[in-house]
């Protein structure tokens, strides 16, 4: 689950909660919940819309 990690990992170092990457990227609370956790893989442009939020490439995230 590198992503999941990742995403989690960027987040807290960054001191956002779930509900600020949310209102950043504007996509659902409830994705990027699902994502951290594991249990949902995000569509292309949601990945991009995360790379671009925390200033890194969709590969970095990926890994």
Do not use: C, H, W
Request: no cysteine.
């Amino acid at each position: 689950m590198p992503l999941a990690e990742n995403i989690a990992r960027l987040r807290v170092t960054d001191g956002k909660t779930i509900e600020d990457v949310a209102r950043g990227t504007g996509l659902p609370v409830a994705l990027i919940t699902a994502v951290e956790g594991g249990r949902r893989q995000p569509p292309p442009k949601s990945l991009r819309s995360l790379a671009s939020y925390f200033g890194v490439s969709v590969d970095t995230l990926l890994r």
